[in-house]
């Protein structure tokens, strides 16, 4: 699960430092926020992650199918001979990991933030720690070019549709070197490309558990086709 962790966690954790208004960011930024949260829609996500100041070596990356509807989503993730779903519904959030056959299970509240959603940056806009600006990217985009002063990723551009305010690329800078996962790094960077976008009406039964467990207050049985797989069941957790 290396490449979608760290989607989730350094593009939020880079998000989550404070920024400055440019020209109409925060309107922007709702209605790139407000696209992925419309009824259905579906798109393909493909994330590099490069460990040094160049686009030469790709030292992890991964794919992913994303269908969404009205809060519920299902991603189905490959990396490299690895294949995981990521499902929530209204009652539960599920991750199903089919390299090391395990099925993780928590409520829908629990679910992991989602990329996109840019929603954090409604109370983070009256810093001057940032330096946000625009421009026309072309063929009918923008992109926003943010300078953090402090952070692990100090340097992030964002373009999206103008038309569709559809993300279309998020690539992110950082000055820092080290080691991470066993990889050296120096002046990393992570490309993340969002592209084949429908809003066709999804199959509702994808974001069904059904087809991986059943449960009945917080006990878990795992359906036939996933018998021989560990359960992890989070539901039972102490509050």
Known sequence: MKAYKYILLLFVAALGSRITLAQNYVSDMEKISEKYKQGSISFRVKYS???YDSLNKIA????????MSNGEYYYK?????NTYEYVRNDNYYFVVDYSNKAIAVRRSSEAAQQVWDVKRMDSIMHS???KVTYKD???NQGEYDMKLVEGTWSHIKLVFDKATYALVRITMYSQ?????FG?????????????????VANDQNIFSESKYFNAMADNVTLAEGYKNYRLLNYLKKAY
């Open 49 to 51: 992650f490069y460990p």
């Open 60 to 67: 992890d990356s991964m794919n992913a199918s994303c269908n």
């Open 77 to 81: 993730i490959t990396s490299g001979n």
């Open 128 to 130: 001057p720690s940032v």
């Open 137 to 139: 990217a072309g063929n």
């Open 176 to 180: 820092q070197r080290g080691k991470m």
């Open 183 to 199: 990889q050296n790094y120096s002046k990393p960077r992570i490309v993340i490309h969002y592209s084949n976008y429908s809003m």
